[in-house]
């Protein structure tokens, strides 16, 4: 205990400092959208890939690389992204939803006196601000409470937690506080109650992760970026003094193959790191070895609508998060090393090692079932070794930055939460290993697309304007910000045109009724037999709704192809809206419509609109 207490002394005079240099950051820039011409459409995106000269491409059309378009952009330097799958199709979309500075971080550095770790929880709660602050729409704060089951722990635990705040500084949110366990009980009526002492319930930031990558590559487009998803690098164009003159480039919708003239690129492909600094130079040690972190969805009532849970020790160390997340519960996530894979599938072994610590923390009155499991997925984390460090074979979860002889810019590892900063560091070590003239970097706490002007009040305005059922709005408005009231009106021309009936809507509105629940006098039966899921009451009165259990809308399957880069059906129901991510089930009951939708707006043929389904459920079929 005195050991703990020294190095608790020693890491307080150390985040007090750190809370007063804090201060001098606390600024706020606005991102103004006025007078910026609109996002412009993929295939006028391409033209410009193909005729103008960039500063600037970028690989890697997820966090990391959606953040240094924006970052270089708006400094004033050309910028063209290149994404070979879709924007955040990889790790970026697959996060456990959290915007944190990494609590068990914190616990391993003061405990192991590591610096590194220290740096990383540091840097991680700074960012946390400017991610809540950029994106309000998106994100928000959520408690988390950590149950305690022996007496000593509870003042340790606090500890901790108090140390995070303390870290936050004028960054931070709401304090941590020490709970009773009558309290605990109220909060989270699910935790197991034997042997409970009490708990210590402290804040983070919660994000919808591909929502927010996709309103950074719309932010950098509208600042003037060439931003293009499905679009491979194949080569890396080098002059006769061995440094980068451009790219060549593969468009996969149409299979054309293109030049790209360009003074740099930024490397920011994630776990596929390794794979472009092989294309530049197939001599260098590989530096990433990714992990990967396994999720599973289930129905919201294992967990409370704004209370999360961490479970600090699982049976074999770990740390797992159970985390409501759009009316769902989240359970994870794993910690296993593995080869790098694009799209990498959740494992059967490391579902039933979650479900099985779910059945340790919750309370005997709950049936843990497989059967409740409505989703899985797995992404990989890109750890890396730094190849400038003395230790070379340590992994960092840190970012590490690299440049190449040919003067190619790699940015790798950290994590979601620092990808601003990473973008941050990533554009300041280009521009000046390439003498390049720029402003300096201007994105903290910069407004990304839809949240400049957005106000918690949207909804109820979506509402009254619109006619809109009051789950549609809150949806409409958490997921596009103020570009809700586009979708809205798209919405409205849909219902002007005219709308069948369906089993989910509403009889009368205001009313949980549904139509589901009129008998079927030709069977005898009570339609409500049917309907799968009749509690649901996910209707609409203007917008028509893709599924009966959830409150996503036609009106957005055409929003996210005209004005969101959507390609494919996967496209749509995995990272426009998270319906993949949240229930199996409602997304292959979609997919045919979102493929009818898409068609009419892309002008696919009968064949191709089938082909876009089979692919589609393959894609949730092999999510986990």
Same mark, same amino acid.
């Given at each position: 205990?005195?050991?703990?207490?020294?190095?608790?002394?020693? *890491?307080?005079?150390?985040?007090?400092?750190?809370?007063?240099?804090?201060?001098?950051?606390?600024? #706020? #820039?606005?991102?103004?959208?006025?007078?910026?011409?609109?996002?412009?459409?993929?295939?006028?995106?391409?033209?410009?890939?193909?005729?103008?000269?960039?500063?600037?491409?970028?690989?890697?059309?997820?966090?990391?690389?959606?953040?240094?378009?924006?970052?270089?952009?708006?400094?004033?330097?050309?910028?063209?992204?290149?994404?070979?799958?879709?924007?955040?199709?990889?790790?970026?979309?697959?996060?456990?939803?959290?915007?944190?500075?990494?609590?068990?971080?914190?616990?391993?550095?003061?405990?192991?006196?590591?610096?590194?770790?220290?740096?990383?929880? =540091?840097?991680?709660?700074?960012?946390?601000?400017?991610?809540?602050?950029?994106?309000?729409?998106?994100? !928000?704060?959520?408690?988390?409470?950590?149950?305690?089951?022996?007496?000593?722990?509870?003042?340790?635990?606090?500890?901790?937690?108090?140390?995070?705040?303390? &870290?936050?500084?004028? /960054?931070?949110?709401?304090?941590?506080?020490?709970?009773?366990?009558?309290?605990?009980?109220?909060?989270?009526?699910?935790?197991?109650?034997?042997?409970?002492?009490?708990?210590?319930?402290?804040?983070?930031?919660?994000?919808?992760?591909?929502?927010? !990558?996709?309103?950074?590559?719309?932010?950098?487009?509208?600042?003037?970026?060439?931003?293009?998803?499905?679009?491979?690098?194949?080569? &890396?164009?080098?002059?006769?003094?061995?440094?980068? =003159?451009?790219?060549?480039?593969?468009?996969? %919708?149409?299979?054309?193959?293109?030049?790209?003239?360009?003074?740099?690129? %930024?490397? *920011?492909?994630?776990?596929?790191?390794?794979?472009?600094?092989?294309?530049?130079?197939?001599?260098?040690?590989?530096?990433?070895?990714?992990?990967?972190?396994?999720?599973?969805?289930?129905?919201?009532?294992?967990?409370?609508?704004?209370?999360?849970?961490?479970?600090?020790?699982?049976?074999?160390?770990?740390? %797992?998060?159970?985390?409501?997340?759009?009316?769902? $519960?989240?359970?994870?996530?794993?910690?296993?090393?593995?080869?790098?894979?694009?799209?990498?599938?959740?494992?059967?072994?490391?579902?039933?090692? &979650?479900?099985?610590?779910?059945?340790?923390?919750?309370?005997?009155?709950?049936?843990?079932?497989?059967?409740?499991?409505?989703?899985?997925?797995?992404?990989?984390?890109?750890?890396?070794?730094?190849?400038?460090?003395?230790?070379?074979?340590?992994?960092?979860?840190?970012?590490?930055?690299?440049?190449?002889?040919?003067?190619?810019? $790699?940015?790798?590892?950290?994590?979601?939460?620092? @990808?601003?900063?990473?973008?941050?560091?990533?554009?300041?070590?280009? #521009?000046?290993? /390439?003498?390049?003239?720029?402003?300096?970097?201007? $994105? @903290?706490?910069?407004?990304?697309?839809?949240?400049?002007?957005?106000?918690?009040?949207? /909804?109820?305005?979506?509402?009254?304007?619109?006619?809109?059922?009051?789950?549609?709005?809150?949806?409409?408005?958490?997921?596009?910000?103020?570009? *809700?009231?586009?979708?809205?009106?798209?919405?409205?021309?849909?219902?002007?045109?005219?709308?069948?009936?369906?089993?989910?809507?509403?009889?009368?509105?205001?009313?949980?009724?549904?139509?589901?629940?009129?008998? !079927? @006098?030709?069977?005898?039966?009570?339609?409500?037999?049917?309907?799968?899921?009749?509690?649901?009451?996910?209707?609409?009165?203007?917008?028509?709704?893709?599924?009966?259990?959830?409150?996503?809308?036609?009106?957005?399957?055409? @929003?996210?192809?005209?004005?969101?880069?959507?390609?494919?059906?996967?496209?749509?129901?995995?990272?426009? $809206?998270?319906?993949?991510?949240?229930?199996?089930?409602?997304?292959?009951?979609?997919?045919?419509?979102?493929?009818?939708?898409?068609?009419?707006?892309?002008?696919?043929?009968?064949?191709?609109?089938?082909?876009?389904?089979?692919?589609?459920?393959?894609?949730?079929? !092999?999510?986990?």
């Amino acid at each position: 205990m005195a050991k703990w207490l020294s190095r608790g002394f020693v *890491a307080g005079v150390a985040a007090t400092g750190l809370f007063l240099y804090n201060r001098k950051e606390d600024y #706020v #820039v606005i991102y103004d959208k006025k007078g910026l011409p609109p996002v412009l459409s993929r295939q006028s995106q391409l033209e410009n890939l193909r005729e103008r000269e960039f500063d600037v491409l970028i690989v890697g059309g997820g966090a990391t690389g959606a953040g240094c378009a924006l970052d270089a952009q708006k400094r004033g330097l050309t910028t063209a992204l290149v994404e070979k799958g879709d924007f955040s199709c990889g790790t970026s979309s697959r996060s456990t939803k959290l915007i944190h500075g990494g609590i068990r971080y914190l616990q391993k550095a003061v405990l192991g006196l590591d610096l590194e770790q220290w740096n990383l929880v =540091c840097e991680a709660l700074s960012e946390r601000r400017h991610m809540l602050d950029a994106a309000p729409h998106l994100s !928000n704060d959520l408690p988390i409470m950590i149950p305690v089951y022996q007496w000593w722990k509870l003042p340790y635990y606090y500890a901790g937690t108090l140390l995070y705040d303390v &870290i936050s500084g004028f /960054h931070g949110l709401k304090w941590s506080r020490l709970i009773f366990k009558s309290h605990a009980l109220e909060l989270f009526p699910l935790v197991k109650e034997k042997g409970l002492k009490g708990a210590v319930v402290y804040y983070d930031g919660q994000q919808n992760d591909s929502r927010m !990558n996709v309103m950074l590559i719309l932010s950098a487009a509208r600042e003037g970026a060439c931003t293009v998803n499905y679009t491979e690098l194949l080569e &890396i164009k080098k002059d006769e003094n061995g440094k980068i =003159c451009g790219a060549i480039v593969k468009d996969g %919708i149409s299979n054309e193959i293109m030049e790209v003239k360009t003074k740099s690129v %930024i490397n *920011a492909t994630g776990p596929l790191t390794d794979a472009v600094r092989l294309m530049d130079n197939p001599d260098i040690e590989p530096i990433c070895s990714p992990s990967t972190g396994v999720h599973v969805v289930l129905p919201g009532y294992y967990s409370p609508d704004h209370m999360g849970l961490l479970d600090p020790e699982t049976s074999d160390g770990r740390v %797992i998060f159970f985390i409501p997340w759009e009316k769902y $519960t989240i359970a994870g996530t794993t910690d296993v090393a593995c080869e790098p894979h694009s799209q990498p599938e959740a494992s059967q072994k490391e579902v039933d090692f &979650i479900m099985k610590e779910v059945k340790t923390y919750f309370n005997d009155a709950l049936e843990v079932r497989e059967s409740d499991i409505l989703a899985a997925w797995s992404g990989l984390r890109p750890l890396v070794r730094d190849p400038k460090a003395e230790n070379s074979a340590a992994l960092s979860r840190n970012h590490v930055i690299e440049v190449s002889p040919s003067g190619m810019v $790699t940015v790798a590892g950290g994590k979601w939460t620092t @990808y601003r900063r990473m973008a941050e560091d990533a554009v300041d070590t280009l #521009v000046k290993t /390439h003498n390049l003239k720029s402003q300096p970097c201007s $994105t @903290y706490r910069q407004r990304i697309e839809g949240g400049d002007g957005y106000h918690r009040g949207l /909804h109820a305005q979506l509402c009254q304007e619109y006619g809109l059922d009051e789950q549609v709005a809150e949806h409409l408005a958490h997921n596009y910000g103020m570009q *809700a009231h586009e979708v809205a009106k798209l919405a409205e021309l849909n219902d002007k045109a005219g709308r069948s009936n369906g089993l989910g809507r509403k009889i009368v509105h205001g009313m949980p009724f549904i139509q589901s629940e009129i008998w !079927n @006098y030709e069977t005898g039966e009570h339609a409500v037999a049917l309907y799968p899921y009749p509690e649901s009451n996910i209707t609409c009165t203007r917008g028509i709704p893709l599924t009966h259990a959830l409150p996503i809308i036609q009106a957005e399957v055409r @929003y996210a192809v005209r004005y969101e880069y959507a390609c494919h059906v996967k496209d749509f129901i995995s990272r426009r $809206t998270r319906l993949s991510f949240l229930d199996e089930g409602a997304a292959r009951e979609a997919i045919p419509k979102v493929a009818t939708i898409m068609g009419e707006e892309l002008d696919w043929t009968e064949d191709q609109v089938s082909s876009e389904i089979e692919d589609a459920l393959h894609h949730v079929r !092999n999510m986990g």
